[in-house]
């Protein structure tokens, strides 16, 4: 348990910082896609780099993250048994050929096609065979091997699942809980609450999400709580009280990452920072403009969260939000402080 797992770019993989390295329990890297059916991901360029991170941390995990928003692939590699066989077999060829720990699944999402992706009515039945077939060909490798997913951070993703069958596939469930208000709205919100507050619009929050998947069938110690290092962003808002639930004139769309946050934002340049304390969220406002970001006191709550819960640890997106090189190692000290 209190394990601390990032999402980390490709690209991002040689400039790791020692210190963050040695923080991390597991790196997911981002993305793998699908080609043609099978699992894809160029790694040549990243030889160096994972012999790098391995000899600095030989305990550490490193799984090939696949999907992400908009990747497409996952209905078709999932409806039907030999679609679904040739998928688990490169994702066993992927995981052999790069001395990967395992795979992380991240469709987002089956069932629906918000993405812009393909879907189908059967994806709901047709993702648990996928993951069992996966599980099934990692197994072949010899003991060890990881199967993970990323899942949506609220109760649609229950509802077009079957996480209670298809949990048993996997060693633990990443809860997106971010991006829970921003993406389709033009009210001003906390895009990764931990709670619901009264004046935030939408109830998605991670207490939500945590409860919706341990009802499901998920245990406890299969969930892992998701972070954002990056903030949402509304502009136009009207100037009432301190900007929290009032309508802007765009929804909330991407804002700055947490190193830009700390540069020029928080407190800094007409933003102001604000605090919820039934959200548990920091916002910032400056009249016009809306913030929505997590920083060390809101993210150590949220680890706090995770271990009281007993939840198998926490998960950030993602490593390059943070040039700063503070919130790694913060993670790492506060999942570590009830040891």
Not at 39 to 48: A, P, T
Not at 221 to 227: D, F, R, S, T
């Amino acid at each position: 348990m209190n394990r601390v797992i990032g999402y980390v770019g490709t690209k991002d993989l040689q400039g790791m910082w020692e210190e963050d390295i040695r923080s991390l329990d597991v790196i997911n890297i981002a993305f793998g896609q699908i080609r043609e059916g099978k699992i894809s991901w160029d790694g040549d360029g990243c030889r160096e780099a994972l012999a790098r991170i391995r000899s600095l941390h030989p305990q550490i995990k490193i799984l090939l993250s696949v999907g992400g928003w908009g990747a497409d692939g996952f209905s078709q590699a999932a409806s039907g048994p030999a679609a679904r066989r040739l998928f688990a077999e490169s994702a066993a060829e992927t995981a052999q050929r790069w001395a990967l720990d395992g795979i992380d699944i991240d469709w987002e999402y089956p069932g629906t096609s918000v993405a812009g992706i393909a879907s189908a009515r059967e994806d709901r039945e047709n993702f648990t065979l996928l993951l069992e077939a996966l599980r099934e060909s990692l197994d072949r490798l010899g003991e060890g091997r990881m199967l993970t997913i990323a899942a949506g951070g609220d109760t649609y993703f229950v509802k077009q699942t079957q996480m209670d069958r298809l949990v048993r596939c996997l060693d633990y469930v990443q809860l997106m809980t971010y991006d829970l208000q921003g993406g389709f709205q033009k009210v001003t919100g906390h895009h990764a609450a931990l709670y619901h507050g009264r004046r935030n619009l939408s109830d998605a929050c991670a207490d939500k999400a945590v409860r919706a998947f341990l009802e499901a069938g998920v245990p406890a110690g299969k969930l892992v709580l998701g972070l954002p290092f990056y903030s949402r962003k509304w502009m136009g808002v009207a100037n009432l009280r301190d900007g929290l639930g009032v309508e802007a004139q765009t929804v909330g769309g991407y804002g700055p990452d947490y190193g830009e946050l700390t540069e020029r934002f928080i407190n800094k340049n007409g933003f102001v920072r604000h605090w919820d304390e039934e959200a548990c969220s920091p916002w910032l406002f400056d009249g016009s403009t809306f913030i929505s970001y997590e920083d060390e006191e809101s993210l150590g709550i949220k680890a706090d969260y995770a271990r009281q819960k007993g939840l198998y640890g926490v998960m950030y997106w993602e490593y390059c939000c943070d040039p700063t090189r503070t919130l790694t190692q913060f993670l790492r000290r506060r999942m570590d402080s009830a040891q």
